[in-house]
């Protein structure tokens, strides 16, 4: 069993920045892929970023490449997403979650088992 929790979101105008951090304890974190999803009102949610294990290969939804960066420290058990030049469509409840590699793209809900209860981003226009 893994418990995640998010925090670092918040209501921010358009064009601004903010650092979520998703901090895990239980199993070994390190022997897990890290992904951020997001899910806005009356919408399906939908992946974000992933982060291999060992932090060395990561992967971004184009609707955000260039603007946030997945990142994490095991030695901490914590993954971040730091999110710049937030734009209004960004505004949605950011997840965390840990699981393992099936696709290579770490962009499937299904290879994730344990997920946060999720942290709410509001970008205001």
């Known amino acids: 069993q893994v418990q995640l929790v998010e925090s670092g979101g918040g209501v921010v105008q358009a064009g601004g920045s903010l650092r979520l951090s998703c901090a895990a304890s239980g199993r070994t974190f390190i022997n897990y892929v890290v992904g951020w999803f997001r899910q806005a009102p009356g919408k399906e949610r939908e992946f974000v970023a992933g982060?291999?294990?060992?932090?060395?290969?990561?992967n971004y939804a184009d609707s955000v490449k260039g603007r946030f960066t997945i990142s994490r420290d095991n030695a901490k058990n914590t993954a971040y997403l730091q999110m710049n030049t937030l734009k209004p469509e960004d505004t949605a409840v950011y997840y965390c979650a840990v699981g393992w590699d099936y696709s290579g793209s770490y962009s499937s809900r299904a290879e994730y088992a344990y997920w946060g209860q999720g942290t709410q981003v509001t970008v205001s226009s």
């Open positions: 982060i291999s294990p060992n932090g060395g290969r990561t």
